[in-house]
């Protein structure tokens, strides 16, 4: 659901790193900055800085937990039963 106004601060990082891989155009629009994409890049440059991260591009908010959670290629290792712990 996007937002019904423009994101700033970590709410923005988190809202344009959750949708990244979409694209700029769909996550400035879930980010509450429609299509105004020079202001939303603007604004999470500046949000960015404020948690000192260096960010130059969108993509760059896209880590490799992301990129192995969307692959699918983590084994999960559990107990068979909760006895088992």
């Given at each position: 659901?996007?937002?019904?106004?423009?994101?700033h601060?970590?709410?923005?990082?988190?809202?344009?790193?959750?949708?990244?891989?979409q694209?700029?155009?769909?996550?400035?629009y879930?980010?509450?900055?429609?299509?105004?994409?020079n202001?939303?890049?603007?604004?999470?440059?500046?949000?960015?800085?404020?948690?000192?991260?260096?960010?130059?591009?969108?993509?760059?908010?896209?880590?490799?937990?992301?990129?192995?959670?969307?692959?699918?290629?983590?084994?999960?290792?559990?107990p068979?039963?909760?006895?088992?712990?």
């Open positions: 659901m996007a937002s019904p106004k423009p994101l601060g970590t709410e923005l990082v988190d809202c344009a790193r959750a949708n990244a891989k694209g700029i155009e769909t996550a400035a879930q980010c509450g900055y429609g299509e105004d994409l202001k939303f890049a603007q604004e999470l440059r500046q949000a960015c800085e404020e948690m000192n991260l260096q960010v130059k591009e969108l993509s760059e908010l896209i880590t490799e937990q992301d990129l192995i959670l969307q692959l699918g290629t983590g084994e999960i290792i559990a068979d039963t909760p006895s088992e712990l």
